[in-house]
């Protein structure tokens, strides 16, 4: 009787505790990825003495994957990347990734038609 009662009370509070401390987990993986977002886009911001066409995105480690910073920059801007790489890679967290994307250009097939 008090094992049932027991394994009961186990499996209720399993189901009702193990979502919590997972979402709170998830939680904290979120909120170190938005310090990272926000050390690395102020170190480029001051890199580049300003706010540029740099993009910084990142994504929180999970479970089985590791944390990415991507750096993000227009076709034919590179140098963008180039100089804010020495500080943007200081705020980079050990044990993740640093992946750097240039946008190919734009394809216009044709002149364009002029609006009226």
Not at 36 to 55: M, Q
């Amino acid at each position: 009787m008090h094992i049932e009662l027991i394994a009961t009370l186990v499996v209720i509070v399993g189901l009702v505790v193990v979502p919590l401390i997972l979402r709170d987990l998830a939680d904290r993986r979120q909120a170190k990825a938005l310090a990272v977002r926000a050390a690395v886009h102020r170190a480029a911001v001051r890199a580049l003495d300003g706010e540029s066409f740099l993009t910084v995105q990142v994504e929180a480690p999970g479970l089985f994957r590791r944390g990415s910073v991507v750096l993000s920059a227009p076709a034919d801007w590179e140098w963008l990347i180039e100089s804010a790489w020495p500080a943007v890679i200081k705020h980079v967290p050990p044990r993740w990734d640093l992946v750097v994307r240039l946008d190919p250009p734009a394809r216009v097939e044709g002149p364009l038609k002029r609006a009226a």
